[in-house]
């Protein structure tokens, strides 16, 4: 009468309905209560409800598979020191909110919106290589609509790297321009003739 389940002796109390272990506080429901029907598997440890599984969610609150610990809102490694690998299938990315990342490009899926980059306190953002960064190209026809503060680009049109300055766009080499090919000649030829 105490648990309510039937059981059985063999050196031990068993309880012979249901799977419990030898003193019934680690097991499985299908019901909450008898006659309930409330189609909720329930797993309990030690008198404590671990985890539960329904049509549609299972419900756990650490969950370690492998390597690869899920616990509350962190997906982590237990092994130090190594990666965690998210890998689609075939040409399919990996979506995080609005950002999809596929094989080498990360890619804001809203059209329209900014893409940021944000750092705290003095920290900074860094582009580590030798080679270069490719700035976006186009003419001057096809210029951002609703240009901001520092924004950069190489103008095809006008051959050169321009940048917003909050008001017009601006070579940046400033409001004198850059020297031409021709005029650099021009200033060499100058400074030979005048040496001599």
Do not use: C
């Not at 080498?104 to 980059?117: C, D, P, W």
């Not at 609703?146 to 049109?157: D, E, F, I, K, Y």
């Not at 601006?170 to 021709?182: D, I, L, P, Y």
């Amino acid at each position: 009468t105490t648990t309510s389940r039937f059981e059985g002796y063999d050196g031990n109390w068993i309880v012979l309905t249901g799977v419990f272990d030898l003193d019934a506080d680690t097991y499985i429901t299908a019901e909450l209560t008898p006659g309930a029907n409330d189609n909720i598997i329930r797993f309990y440890s030690a008198g404590n409800e671990i985890a539960s599984i329904t049509q549609t969610e299972f419900n756990v609150s650490k969950l370690l598979v492998d390597d690869i610990q899920i616990d509350g809102n962190t997906i982590s490694t237990t092994t130090a020191n190594t990666d965690l690998n998210l890998l689609p299938n075939g040409t399919g990315g990996v979506n995080i909110d609005n950002i999809n990342i596929s094989g080498s490009e990360i890619n804001n899926t809203v059209s329209g919106a900014a893409t940021r980059f944000t750092s705290t306190g003095t920290g900074y953002v860094e582009i580590v290589g030798v080679d270069g960064v490719v700035l976006p190209v186009g003419t001057s026809a096809e210029r951002h609509p609703s240009p901001v503060l520092g924004m950069t680009r190489w103008n095809t049109t006008d051959g050169r790297l321009e940048i917003f300055n909050a008001v017009t766009w601006e070579s940046v080499a400033g409001t004198s321009g850059s020297v031409s090919t021709t005029d650099a000649e021009n200033i060499a030829l100058q400074v030979v003739l005048s040496l001599g």
